[in-house]
C-alpha cells in the first residue's frame, strides 16, 4: 500500500510541475481532449490537419468493420446454435443498414 502511494505522490509532484508548462504551450481544450480521448499531445493547425484527419478516418472505418464483422459472426453463430435464423437475418439486414462498411 506504501509503494502504491509513492507511486500517486510521484505521479502528483510530476504534473504539478509539468501541467502550466502544458497549458501555456497547449492552451486550447481541444488539445487536452485529444490527449484525454486520442491519445494524442496534440491536435495539428498546420500542413499536418488534413494528414491527421485522414489517419483518424481510416481508423475509424477500420474500426467500424472489425466492429461490424464481429457482430454478424456472433449472430451467425448464436443463429447456428439456438436456431434463430430469423432473428439473425433480421439483426443482420440492421446492422447492415445502420453500419456504414
Same mark, same amino acid.
Given at each position: 500500500?506504501?509503494?502504491?502511494?509513492?507511486?500517486?505522490?510521484?505521479?502528483?509532484?510530476?504534473?504539478?510541475?509539468?501541467?502550466?508548462?502544458?497549458?501555456?504551450?497547449?492552451?486550447?481544450?481541444? $488539445?487536452? %481532449?485529444?490527449?484525454? @480521448?486520442?491519445?494524442?499531445?496534440? &491536435?495539428?493547425?498546420?500542413?499536418?490537419? *488534413?494528414?491527421?484527419?485522414?489517419?483518424?478516418?481510416?481508423?475509424?472505418?477500420?474500426?467500424?468493420?472489425?466492429?461490424?464483422?464481429?457482430?454478424?459472426?456472433?449472430?451467425?453463430?448464436? $443463429?447456428? %446454435?439456438?436456431?434463430? @435464423?430469423?432473428?439473425?437475418?433480421? &439483426?443482420?439486414?440492421?446492422?447492415?443498414? *445502420?453500419?456504414?462498411?
Amino acid at each position: 500500500m506504501t509503494y502504491c502511494a509513492g507511486d500517486v505522490a510521484a505521479t502528483h509532484a510530476v504534473f504539478k510541475k509539468l501541467w502550466p508548462d502544458y497549458r501555456r504551450q497547449f492552451p486550447s481544450a481541444v $488539445s487536452l %481532449a485529444g490527449v484525454l @480521448e486520442l491519445g494524442t499531445s496534440y &491536435l495539428p493547425l498546420n500542413n499536418n490537419w *488534413n494528414t491527421y484527419l485522414n489517419v483518424s478516418d481510416m481508423l475509424y472505418f477500420d474500426m467500424q468493420v472489425r466492429q461490424s464483422s464481429f457482430l454478424i459472426s456472433l449472430l451467425r453463430h448464436c $443463429s447456428d %446454435a439456438a436456431g434463430w @435464423e430469423i432473428l439473425a437475418k433480421e &439483426l443482420m439486414m440492421f446492422v447492415k443498414e *445502420n453500419v456504414n462498411f
